[in-house]
DNA sequence: CCGAATCCACCACGATACTG
DNA sequence: CAGTATCGTGGTGGATTCGG
């Protein structure tokens, strides 16, 4: 399914697929990106990715997020197909949440983006620090 | 970068990392996570994976977006150190981006996650339709 | 322990108009 | 053509409280 990309290696510019390509693509994949881009959607997943977890592990693992937007962005991976809920009616209560099949589809893309993230992670900073000192002209 | 050196954990058999060693990343990708996973970036690095594009290019192509939102997310993208601006002062005016190394790196995760999408996009439509359905009991 | 609900500040984002 | 400026608004997201 994923078409094969296109080769770096000594290639030029005009090797590269045509803009229009990828344009018509974009029309219908930005409302994804603009759903799993949100601020925390992907970390999500990406927790999610190393198995199910309960409502308060998955809050102690995503450390910075709030109560409300867990809440929101799981019920927004469940409306998306991506995470399943199952709440065992014990006391106390219990709820796992794990990807379904769909969401464990989404694992490999995600964890790229992750290890990718966290390997530039300094380059980044630097390239920020860089511009900001910069144009503190 | 994963798997390899995970420490084996008591008697446990699985293929998963443990949540631990997603835990510590987590605090330092999800700025990362936070600027990239926004409404359009990811969009235009899509779109720039493709080659250098002229500012009225990039607003063609990632449809939808306004122009204020394009030159912010530029903006953005050239702080973070992933695209650089090259500006020709002729006239009229002519600026281009492009993708710089850093950014390039980038380019496969960001089309892996694009490719998902796109392949994806129905099983999600449907998804959505499935729960809004449900829940409109 | 899990999560819904309310309140509220802020800023993300779009629309529009203007400049070099 | 490639922006900047300004303003208005809806949504995002945090703090807190309540319920099961």
Known sequence: MLPEHIPVTGGTV??????????GECQA?????????????????LILATGPRRF??????????????????????ERDGLVSRTV????????DYELTPLGHSMREPVIQLGDW????????????EAFDSRDAE
Chains 1, 2 share one sequence.
């Open 88 to 95: 065992f009616p014990t006391i106390p209560p219990r709820v």
């Open 117 to 128: 993230a966290s390997s530039h992670l300094a380059e980044i900073k630097r390239a920020r």
């Open 29 to 45: 994949i930005a409302p994804i990106f603009a759903r799993i881009g949100d601020k925390w959607s992907m970390l999500v997943i």
């Open 56 to 77: 308060n592990e998955l809050k102690r693992a995503v450390s910075g997020i709030s109560q409300r937007m867990l809440t929101l962005t799981l019920r927004g991976l």
């Open 14 to 23: 005009s090797e590269l697929p045509p803009v229009e390509h990828r344009q």
